[in-house]
């Protein structure tokens, strides 16, 4: 597969998931990101357009931990956003996967985001 065919089914892939799923006040849009060094998470409201929470492996905080974007990473990756999103006020959110499949880095974030208190 070559690379525009590889974006195109990307960004199919994230439009039929987007389209099912939409953040609101009380349930915002938990949009995770993985890079090939870090990784980035969001808490999102659509109807308002506003960001809510936002923590990402180069965050100041975070910065000094050494957090690899692999499963045992992004497990503790998910329990420190959790924190930084309760701490926020928000107690329940819509998953948001992106192009990526359930599985993996993912599943390990989503569980320790659950571990950490915030219900999906």
Known sequence: MNYKNKKKSQERRRLRVRRRIHGTDNRPRLSVHF??????????????????????????TLKNENIRPNVSGAGKFGTEFGKHVLSCGVKQV???????????????????????????
């Not at 890079?35 to 100041?60: E, W």
């Not at 819509?94 to 999906?120: I, P, Y």
Request: with cysteine; net charge positive; charged share 15%.
């Open 94 to 120: 819509v998953f948001d996967r992106g192009t990526r499949k359930f599985h993996g880095v993912v599943a390990s974030f989503v569980n320790a985001v659950r571990d950490s208190g915030l219900s999906f």
């Open 35 to 60: 890079s090939a060094k870090h990784l980035y998470a969001q808490c999102i409201n659509d109807d308002a357009g506003l960001t809510i929470a936002a923590l990402s492996t180069i965050s100041p």
